[in-house]
């Protein structure tokens, strides 16, 4: 297995590199810093698995979409310090296999090294914990169904975005907009689709995540709708 660390971390790239290095069936290739290094290292070795903090300074989301669009049989595992759910389904959507969190066993980042390695998906107990806490049942996500492209919302949709996640129903937001509540609640059903949530939670979770609102705002909203 050719393995690629990518952490503007240099102590973190240094446990990993202990951790890899003790299997020797496993060959790191590069390391990179961010994601220009990441970009030329792929270029040189082309397949490989890589392991990647994409919110570490340096790096962005963006990049693993970018490099999957070149490189179809690249291979991503995220390690992050970020657990959210609306993370994972973000990262998902992106190109990512699998997830795990920096401070997961060292045994879930070899099993998640080997099960993405071998074309299989593998997910750290803390993260599907996440996902079951945020009401996201992880077995209603379509991985198959997920693209490259990274999620991409009409100014519409994220100005009904803000106004689910501010506590209005359908209805008020019709009278808000000017729309129709069927035409409201079709934007619901596309909003849903595009950012992998199954109810109004997680659209509050999402609004929140990508700061178009302020958790203040909804913590003692009215009842929503779903």
């Known amino acids: 297995m050719r393995i690629i660390l990518a952490d503007s971390n240099e102590l973190i790239r240094l446990g ?4 890899i290095c ?3 069936s496993w060959e790191i290739v590069g390391e990179a810093k961010n ?4 970009e030329e290292i792929i270029h040189t070795f082309g397949d ?4 990647i903090d994409y919110s570490a300074a340096g790096f962005d989301i963006s990049i693993i979409s970018k490099i999957l669009t070149k490189y179809k049989n690249v291979k991503f595992v995220a390690l992050t310090p970020d657990q959210s759910a609306q993370t994972l389904v973000d990262a998902l959507k992106s190109g990512v296999s699998s997830y795990v969190k ?7 980042i070899i099993n998640s090294l080997e099960e ?12 599907l914990d996440t996902i079951q806490r945020a009401n996201i049942d992880v077995n209603d996500i379509d991985f198959d169904s997920f693209s490259c ?12 975005i803000k106004l689910i996640a501010e506590g209005n129903t359908n209805h008020q937001i019709a009278n808000q907009l000017f729309l129709s509540s069927h035409t409201v609640n079709t934007h619901r059903k596309n909003i ?18 990508t700061n178009l609102v302020v958790p203040n705002k909804f913590l003692f909203a009215p009842e929503l709708d779903n």
């Open 116 to 127: 993405t390695y071998n074309g299989n998906k593998f997910f750290c107990g803390q993260i």
């Open 35 to 38: 994601n220009e290094e990441l």
């Open 16 to 19: 990993l590199r202990t951790i």
């Open 192 to 209: 849903f689709a595009k950012i992998g949530v199954k109810n109004t939670a997680g659209i509050v979770m999402y609004a929140v995540k």
């Open 22 to 24: 003790s299997n020797s």
């Open 48 to 51: 490989a698995v890589v392991l």
């Open 102 to 108: 920096k401070d997961c066993e060292i045994s879930e």
């Open 149 to 160: 492209e990274p999620i991409v919302l009409s100014d519409r949709e994220n100005e009904i």
